[in-house]
């Protein structure tokens, strides 16, 4: 199958071995009840084949909704994927960590419940790993429950179980004022701002920066975020100009084996028609 005929919002590409593992949140499933995760692979980024299903909701599992955004990462040898759950008796959103020893799973829960606060709403929890090889997670803390939404980030165990840290605010999303624009929804006495899908990304230069996404006024859009230390522990700031505007989102970066540059996001944002779209990047774009 091509690109075109994968309905998925949320892509992350992971190669490993030859093969390019694709995963991410079943659109037909995204906005309610939802069981499990799939796979797509590739040699060429062209055809594709699958889906494989990778996680399946274990039969005394607590979420049975809004299985979202599932990320793989290579961690000590093993797979670890960082996805979204939700249930319909907590309605409580929160990011959890599953493991294989395969990037086409089975994968079985692993850490001790959720790593975001149960008190929170979060989603998009996404992996990092310090110079001095310490774990975190970053996530979104939902604008839900704050109005205007944050990106923050916890110190993980060295195993991934469990969250070290209290979780630290980066920065939130009107800080890319004033080209981020505001929504308004029932849930919410007035605006809000987006802020979700954070993937970290190092430079040849070494620069940190963030890939995040937020909304303007022609849809769903990236932004780029970026440490002034090189690290999770540096100051953030926002750049004055999207990466890209064109109601596309919730993306990634990733180089092929032949070492070029791409970006995959899903486009558009909206249901049933998102699907995975590759754009090729220039390190210069976003340095």
């Known amino acids: 199958m091509k690109l075109e005929d994968i309905n998925i919002r949320d892509p992350f590409v992971l190669p490993y071995g030859g093969v390019y593992y694709m995963y991410g949140t079943r659109a037909k499933t ?4 939802a069981d499990g995760f799939d796979c797509y692979t590739s040699s ?5 084949d699958g889906p494989f299903e990778v996680f399946h909701k274990p039969e005394d599992f607590w979420a049975d909704k809004n299985y979202w955004a ?3 990462h290579v961690y000590k040898d093993s797979f670890y994927m960082f996805a979204t759950f939700n249930s319909e008796a907590l309605d409580k959103k929160g990011t959890m960590i599953l493991s294989s020893n395969s990037p086409l799973g089975p994968f079985k829960i692993h850490s001790e419940g959720k790593i ?3 008190e929170w709403n979060c ?4 992996f990092y790993l310090s110079p001095d090889q310490k774990p975190y997670m970053v996530f979104s803390h939902e604008w839900m429950d704050v109005g205007d939404g944050q990106i923050c980030a916890v110190e993980l165990s060295d195993d991934l179980k469990r969250p070290v840290s209290k979780p630290r605010t980066l920065f939130c999303a009107s800080m890319a004022s004033p080209w981020v624009k505001s929504i308004t929804h029932r849930l919410w006495n007035g605006p809000v701002y987006v802020t979700d899908g954070p993937f970290m990304y190092r430079l040849k230069n070494g620069e940190l920066v963030m890939l995040w996404a937020t909304m303007t006024d ?3 859009a990236e932004g780029i975020a970026r440490s002034d230390n090189g690290d999770i522990s540096g100051n953030w700031t926002v ?7 064109k109601d596309g989102g919730h993306g990634m970066l990733f180089e092929t084996f032949e070492g070029e540059l791409l970006l995959v996001l899903h486009q558009p944002n909206e249901t049933p028609l998102e699907h995975p779209v590759f754009i ?6 976003i340095s």
Do not use: M
Request: aromatic share 12%; glycine share 8%.
């Open 30 to 33: 995204c906005w309610g009840k």
């Open 70 to 72: 599932p990320e793989v």
């Open 123 to 126: 989603l998009d929890g996404t």
């Open 116 to 118: 975001t606060p149960d």
């Open 280 to 285: 090729r990047i220039d390190e210069k774009d």
């Open 44 to 48: 060429d980024l062209v055809t594709w």
């Open 239 to 245: 750049d004055n100009k999207p990466l890209f505007d």
């Open 218 to 220: 022609a849809g769903y």
